[in-house]
C-alpha cells in the first residue's frame, strides 16, 4: 500500500506548528514511515468532528469515578485502596461483571479498577489527600459533560509523560490505533517496537536496542487510559484486543494536539 506521506503530514498539522505525531514520526525517514504504514496497513486516520453519543462510551468510566469520589472525597482503606463496595458499583454500573469472571471485589486483585484509577490519577482528574481520594476542579466541572470530559482527556494525555521515550512509544501506540477500529493492538505493538528502534532509541549504558518488554512498559499509561474508557476489545489475558471506534477517535484527537501544547519533558 502506498501513502500520500505529504497528504498525511498535513492533516495533523495546521501548517504554523508540528503537531504531537509529527514530533515522533516525523524523525522516520520516509521509506521508515511508509514501513511503518505498511505494518499498520495504512496511515493513522486524521482526527474529526465529535458527537456526545461518539464520545459517551470513552467519558463514562472516568465520569463515574468523579461523581463516585463526590465533592467531600472518598475514604480510602487502611492500606490505601477503593473500598470494596465501590469496586462492586464499578463492576456492576459500568458493566464489567458480564466481561470478567469476578470472585472478589478488592481492588489489588481487579484490573479494570486499579487501570482506571492509575489513569485517573495521571491524567490529574483525581489525588490522593491523606486517607481521602479527591476530585481535582478541572475533572469535576467537566464530569457532567461529556464533551468537555473528553477535551480534558484529550489534553491531559502529555502531562502525565515522565520521559521522552515515554512519549514517542505513546504516540506511536495511539498512531497505530489511529488507523482504524477493528485494528489489532498486539499488531500496533509490534510495530511500535520496531519505530522506536527506526527513530534510533539505545541505551545510554550498552547500545541495546530496547526490548519489547520495555517498550510495553512505557506503554503502560496509554494502555490504562485506553482500558478505562472501554476502547479496547477485552478477550481474554492472552488474545489480541481490538481498537474500538472511540478509542481511535482518541487517538486521532490527541495526536493532532500541537506540539508546543504538551509541555517539555
Same mark, same amino acid.
Given at each position: ?8 503530514? !498535513? !492533516?495533523?498539522?495546521? $501548517? ?25 496497513? @495504512? ?9 456526545? !453519543? ?22 480510602? &482503606? ?5 473500598? &470494596? ?21 478488592? %481492588? ?13 490519577? #495521571? ?10 481520594? #479527591?476530585?481535582?476542579?478541572?475533572? #469535576?466541572?467537566?464530569?457532567? /459533560? ?19 521515550? %515515554? ?18 493492538? *498486539?499488531?500496533?505493538? *509490534? ?8 527513530? @534510533? ?28 474508557? /472501554?476502547?479496547?476489545?477485552?478477550? $481474554? ?14 487517538? #486521532? ?13
Amino acid at each position: 500500500m502506498t501513502v500520500p506521506l505529504a497528504d498525511w503530514s !498535513a !492533516a495533523f498539522g495546521d $501548517g504554523d506548528e508540528p503537531s504531537l505525531a509529527e514530533t515522533t514520526l516525523g524523525r522516520l525517514r520516509p521509506e521508515q514511515l511508509q514501513y511503518l504504514f505498511d505494518l499498520w496497513g @495504512g496511515p493513522p486516520q486524521p482526527p474529526s468532528a465529535v458527537t456526545v !453519543a461518539a464520545v459517551s462510551p470513552a467519558t463514562l468510566p472516568y465520569s463515574w469515578l468523579v461523581e463516585t469520589i463526590g465533592p467531600r472525597g472518598l475514604k480510602l &482503606t487502611d492500606a490505601g485502596y477503593l473500598p &470494596t463496595a465501590v469496586v462492586r458499583r464499578a463492576y456492576d454500573e459500568l458493566g464489567w461483571t458480564a466481561q470478567h469472571a469476578v470472585s472478589n471485589y478488592r %481492588e489489588s486483585q481487579r484490573v479494570r479498577i486499579t487501570a482506571l484509577r492509575a489513569a485517573a490519577g #495521571r491524567l490529574k482528574l483525581v489525588e490522593v489527600d491523606g486517607p481521602r481520594l #479527591r476530585v481535582t476542579a478541572e475533572a #469535576r466541572a467537566a464530569a457532567g /459533560d461529556p464533551l468537555a470530559m473528553w477535551e480534558l482527556l484529550v489534553a491531559r494525555v502529555p502531562g502525565g509523560w515522565t520521559s521522552k521515550i %515515554e512519549r514517542d512509544v505513546t504516540v506511536l501506540l495511539l498512531a497505530g490505533a489511529a488507523v482504524g477500529a477493528g485494528h489489532r493492538r *498486539d499488531l500496533v505493538r *509490534d510495530a511500535a517496537v520496531w519505530a522506536v528502534e527506526a527513530i @534510533g532509541w539505545r541505551s545510554s549504558r550498552s547500545g541495546a536496542v530496547p526490548s519489547a518488554r520495555q517498550v510495553s512498559g512505557w506503554g503502560r499509561h496509554i494502555k490504562d487510559v485506553l482500558h478505562s474508557m /472501554d476502547a479496547l476489545t477485552w478477550r $481474554g489475558w492472552h488474545d489480541p484486543e481490538d481498537i474500538k471506534p472511540h478509542g481511535a477517535l482518541f487517538a #486521532r484527537a490527541v495526536l493532532a494536539l500541537p506540539a508546543s501544547q504538551c509541555g517539555a519533558i
